[in-house]
């Protein structure tokens, strides 16, 4: 059983920061591309940060220059540094990650619980 665990969310001040984390645990062989997608209600969800296994990295345009995305491959652990926050960052935030798991290497695709970030003005 793989699970996703992220903690950080919380209420915040704009300007303020928050840093999101997000483990992974179970029976996994590696983890490949892990980030963090965004879901406001009524909306889909989309993504904020993606980083790779190698540490390359994608980011939506709301996120450059204001949020970081990294990872600790021997923690199975991911962040995102979110620095000058703005009330429409307010959202649901989820963490993501591409799980290989068995004798067969195969991938497949998890999702953490979602952890709420909201940015009072």
């Known amino acids: 059983q793989v699970q996703l665990v992220e903690s950080g969310g919380g209420l915040v001040q704009a300007g303020g920061s928050l840093r999101l984390s997000c483990v992974v645990s179970?029976?996994?062989?590696?983890?490949?591309?892990m980030g963090w997608y965004r879901q406001a209600p009524g909306k889909q969800r989309e993504l904020v940060a993606r980083i790779t296994r190698d540490g390359s990295t994608t980011y939506a345009d709301s996120a450059k220059g204001r949020f970081t995305i990294s990872r600790d491959n021997a923690k199975n652990t991911v962040y995102l540094q979110m620095d000058s926050l703005k009330p429409e960052d307010t959202v649901v935030y989820y963490c993501?990650?591409?799980?290989?798991?068995?004798?067969?290497?195969?991938?497949?695709?998890?999702w953490g619980q979602g952890t709420q970030v909201t940015v009072s003005s």
């Open positions: 993501n990650a591409r799980v290989v798991l068995g004798t067969l290497r195969y991938e497949y695709n998890y």
């Open positions: 179970g029976s996994i062989v590696s983890i490949n591309a």
